[in-house]
Nanobody, 124 residues
Framework: QVQLVESGGKLVQPGDSLKLSCAAS????????MGWFRQAPGKEREFVSA????????HYARSVQGRFTISRDNANNMVYLQMDSLKPEDTAVYYC?????????????????WGQGTQVTVRA
């Protein structure tokens, strides 16, 4: 089973950029699609972005389309989420997750392993 550790979250101002990282353990990382989710206080965990196992296909939630970019480095078992033009409504705990397949999926139930999360706060 792949284990995940997120990092990079912090307090930033509106309009700033931030890059989250997710380090994965195990030698099967490159065979699975990966995703990022987020959960704001009092809200359900929601899909942010996903990337296929080779990184050739990506998908974004409408709320982050054009501002966020997901990428992966299979040689180093890493997944990234570049976040630009951050808004206060992007404030949440961000989670990295492993999909149960190699193709892009977006439903919570499609992901089998989760990291512990990293806090992103966007505030003036």
């Amino acid at each position: 089973q792949v284990q995940l550790v997120e990092s990079g979250g912090k307090l930033v101002q509106p309009g700033d950029s931030l890059k989250l990282s997710c380090a994965a353990s195990g030698n099967t990382f490159s065979t699975y699609a990966m995703g990022w989710f987020r959960q704001a206080p009092g809200k359900e965990r929601e899909f942010v972005s996903a990337i296929s196992y080779r990184g050739r296909k990506t998908h974004y939630a409408r709320s982050v389309q054009g501002r966020f970019t997901i990428s992966r480095d299979n040689a180093n078992n890493m997944v990234y989420l570049q976040m630009d033009s951050l808004k206060p409504e992007d404030t949440a705990v961000y989670y990295c997750a492993v999909a149960g397949s190699s193709v892009v999926v977006t439903e919570l139930a499609d992901f089998t392993s989760w990291g512990q999360g990293t806090q992103v706060t966007v505030r003036a």
